[in-house]
């Protein structure tokens, strides 16, 4: 069991990252953190503080055949993954965000995020840019991006996404004309995520963006593996 | 294989992220200028070079199935992986008949050795961490390291210091909290 105490759960962040969590205690806190922004932000706290330490060891040379290995096997992993799904990637063949149905609720939503926004008004110098993210079962809203450039990037959700246990949800970006999605990380399913633009590759008008049903630590593949729950692209607003 | 282009800084973070969309140039610019230190981290905590490499290839294995699971907003990508490969080594160390024979381990000229941490230029990290681990308790200090460098758990760090277990988890719990402390 995880102890619900802030402090409590911060310490064994930091045991988590030197290696002294035990081991009767890791399956508990890895499933935690990979919902929790609190214990993630922690742990990636403590990876950055001691890494200078890592460099107080003399550095080795590894056999040169060790490169080799990973590259075999790193070939080898991607073509069984594409023999196992012929199917083109989810993102070459892709319609139903075109729909009209889609059309239409987007423009209102934006509306209505713009005359709700309390008090976020936009810089003139900044484009910005909304994305509604829709089921593709049923076209409904889940959630909101609205983002402006060089600022913050936000995942609004509309309400609340049952996720399963052992599940997250991921959040990914496909700018137009990327090979494909990058990683924007596991996102809580009932709050506002938010994002630095910066971290983003790009933003722009028609990119993608969606959120898909993954392991509760996040697609092991670095691509989406599972349903996609909720998808749609961004239009750009003019600033005011 | 050193070149000179490996010398050059990287973008530890586009490279992590390109390796999520399937790029293997970004996987082999991580190993190429990371390789040397993960291996004297990794051969630190097991001490026997042949799975130090085993270890090595696992890792970056992991790296490249997981990278889309790194958060740029939270950290560094170079963080991330010294994290997934250091626990690879830590579960390796953890799981199977991989201890390794121990001597005394001495901190005190690792520590003390920062100025000329094999770094060419210690940054204002290097230099705060170094600092702050040696205002630490000596106990603190010696399990937090104990833990960190060579991998010991709780059991081996009480067996290696001669103190009763539940000390040395509050020693390291407690050295972490006043790391924390000293270093923000």
Same mark, same amino acid.
């Not at chain 1, 790193?74 to 889609?102: D, I």
């Given at each position: ?37 609190? *214990? ?21 040379? #590894? ?16 073509? &069984? ?43 003139? $110098? ?20 609205? !983002? ?41 399913? =009932? ?6 633009? +910066? ?13 898909? *049903? $993954? ?13 996609? *729950? ?7 607003? !003019?600033?005011? | ?7 050059? #800084? ?7 992220? %390109? ?66 490969? %250091?626990?690879?080594?830590? &579960? ?8 390794? $024979? ?12 920062? +100025? =000329?941490?094999?770094?060419?230029? #210690? ?26 460098? =060579? ?29 924390? $402390?000293?270093?923000?």
């Amino acid at each position: 069991m995880m102890p619900v105490d802030p402090g409590e759960r911060a310490a064994m962040a930091a045991e988590y990252v030197i290696g002294t969590l035990p081991v009767a205690e890791l399956a508990d806190f890895e499933h935690a953190l990979a919902r929790d922004f609190e *214990l993630q932000r922690e742990v990636y706290y403590w990876q950055d503080k001691l890494l200078p330490m890592t460099r107080m060891l003399k550095p080795e040379e #590894p056999a040169a055949a060790v490169w080799t290995r990973i590259e075999r096997s790193v070939t080898q992993q991607r073509q &069984n993954a594409s023999r196992s799904s012929p199917q083109a990637p989810w993102w070459q063949g892709l319609t139903f965000w075109r729909s009209g149905a889609f059309a239409a609720s987007l423009l209102a939503l934006v509306l209505a995020v713009q005359l709700l926004g309390p008090g976020r008004t936009p810089t003139t $110098e900044s484009a910005r840019y909304y994305a509604v993210l829709q089921s593709p079962d049923n076209n409904s809203a889940g959630w909101i991006v609205e !983002a402006a450039a060089g600022g913050k990037l936000r995942l609004i959700p509309l309400g609340t996404t049952t996720v399963a246990p052992q599940k997250a949800l991921q959040f990914w970006t496909k700018p137009q004309g990327a090979s494909g999605p990058t990683s924007l990380g596991l996102v809580p399913p =009932d709050r506002v995520t938010e994002i630095l633009v +910066a971290s983003l590759p790009a933003l722009e008008r028609e990119q993608l963006f969606e959120l898909t *049903l $993954e392991p509760a630590t996040g697609s092991p593949i670095g691509r989406p593996t599972g349903p996609i *729950l909720f998808v749609g692209r961004t239009v750009a607003m !003019a600033a005011n | 294989m050193t070149t000179d282009a490996n010398e050059l #800084p990287l973008d530890f973070e586009a490279a992590l992220l %390109r390796c999520a969309q399937g790029d293997h140039f970004a996987l082999r610019a991580i190993y190429e200028r990371e390789r040397r230190w993960l291996m004297a981290t990794v051969l630190r905590l097991v001490r026997r070079r042949e799975l130090a490499e085993e270890i090595l290839h696992d890792a970056f294995l992991q790296i490249w199935t997981k990278a889309g699971t790194y958060n740029p907003r939270l950290g560094s990508a170079r963080g991330w992986i010294y994290t997934v490969v %250091r626990h690879r080594a830590l &579960n390796a160390l953890r799981s199977a008949k991989n201890s390794p $024979e121990r001597e005394d381990e001495r901190y005190d000229e690792l520590i003390a050795a920062h +100025a =000329d941490w094999h770094a060419e230029d #210690p940054s204002a990290e290097q230099r705060a961490l170094a600092q702050c681990l040696e205002r630490l308790e000596e106990q603190r200090r010696q399990s937090v390291l104990l833990a960190f460098v =060579d991998g010991y758990s709780h059991e081996q760090v009480a067996a290696q210091l001669g103190a009763p277990l539940g000390t040395v988890k509050s020693w390291i719990r407690r050295g972490l909290i006043a790391l924390k $402390e000293c270093l923000s």
